[in-house]
Nanobody, 128 residues
Framework: QVQLVESGGGLVQAGVSLRLSCAAS?????????AGWFRQAPGKEREFVAT????????YYADFVKGRFTISRDNAKNTVYLQMDSLKFEDTAVYYC????????????????????WGQGTQVTVSS
């Protein structure tokens, strides 16, 4: 049974940093083409945040997090991370970890449709 478990969320003030972790069981991140982070704020659709390739050599970010967030992976620990710096009020959302199938998806990797496996999410609340 595949499980992706996010952790590291919380309530923080604007300007500080948080690091989210996504630990996988029943799935080996290094065997899947991409691992990504999405987020969903109340009343809004789930949106792409960042994604990282199997080897870690390829990364993509949403424009609104470029320069502030960094995605990384530790294949030995089977874990993907999202380092979030200079947090803003508008970063408040539930953050989800996701993985594509082993083969590269035919749909854009910045869309939810490219990802088959999802975690339950971790809440990040940024107070202004």
């Amino acid at each position: 049974q595949v499980q992706l478990v996010e952790s590291g969320g919380g309530l923080v003030q604007a300007g500080v940093s948080l690091r989210l972790s996504c630990a996988a069981s029943g799935l080996t991140f290094s065997s899947h083409a991409w691992a990504g982070w999405f987020r969903q704020a109340p009343g809004k659709e789930r949106e792409f945040v960042a994604t990282i390739s199997r080897s870690g050599s390829g990364t993509y970010y949403a424009d609104f997090v470029k320069g502030r967030f960094t995605i990384s992976r530790d294949n030995a620990k089977n874990t993907v991370y999202l380092q979030m710096d200079s947090l803003k009020f508008e970063d408040t959302a539930v953050y989800y970890c996701a993985a594509t199938p082993p083969s590269s998806p035919t749909t854009a990797i910045t869309t939810t449709r490219a990802y088959t496996y999802w975690g339950q999410g971790t809440q990040v609340t940024v107070s202004s």
